[in-house]
């Protein structure tokens, strides 16, 4: 077994070289946009083979939706893992601060075109594979939901109330992508969202208080 520090030297090349990747196919999509781009263009520009990305990216489409996994575990741990005597519905509501401030933390500029909340705007292709994305968080979501109500949900009203959470990210999403294309302020608009946000969750707190905890 290789030593912890030699597991850890690798494990931060692997990283740097992900990243590597990344950051050179967001500058492409930036530039190009994102059906102009091949893999092959991504490898070159990063100075790797087309094989060293597609060891870490599976397609294409994950060079803009690579935290496809990642978000998918944080809703699942949001959905699971509030403090008790905290509702559903705050503890959605905290997340969904917090992804805000993510969102706000991106530095402003043409570098946002490479993003994926553009480029899911703008390129057909991967507003196919976002939804079909969304759809898959919904259905993580119904199967948490059903679960954390004790069986007192069915799966088809688990999926309901799944839709409306995601659908809160997912709108977020959207309107930052929209914002880029429209040349807007994507702080601006990340302010005017949390307001609309924390609206959109005391209309809908009523069907997400279902559970004996809450």
């Known amino acids: 077994m290789p030593p912890v520090e030699e597991k850890s030297l690798r494990s931060r090349k692997k ?10 196919a967001a500058t492409l999509f930036g530039a190009k946009g994102y059906d102009e781009v091949t893999v092959a263009d991504v490898a070159r520009l990063a100075e790797v083979s087309e094989q060293t990305v597609y060891n870490f990216f599976s397609s294409k489409e994950q060079l803009v939706l690579d935290e496809d996994a990642a978000f998918e575990a944080r809703l699942i741990k949001t959905l699971r893992e509030r403090p008790n005597g905290k509702s ?4 959605v509501r905290a997340d969904v601060h917090s992804f805000l401030d993510g969102l706000e933390r991106w530095p402003e500029g043409p570098q946002n075109k490479g993003g994926m909340p553009y480029l899911i705007i703008v390129s057909p292709t991967l ?19 059903v679960e954390e109500s004790g069986g007192a949900l069915s799966r088809p009203a688990a999926k309901v109330l799944g839709l409306s959470i995601v659908a809160v990210y997912a709108v977020i999403v959207d309107e930052v992508g929209r914002a880029t294309v429209e040349g807007m302020s994507v702080a601006t608009r990340i302010e005017t969202l949390r307001l609309q946000v924390d609206d959109a969750l005391d209309r809908i707190a009523g069907s997400l208080n279902f559970s004996a905890q809450e």
């Open 88 to 91: 559903l519905t705050d503890g």
């Open 127 to 145: 507003r196919r594979a976002w939804l079909e994305a969304v759809d898959r968080y919904s259905d993580s979501a119904a199967g948490v939901l």
């Open 15 to 24: 990283a740097r070289s992900r990243q590597q990747i990344a950051d050179a």
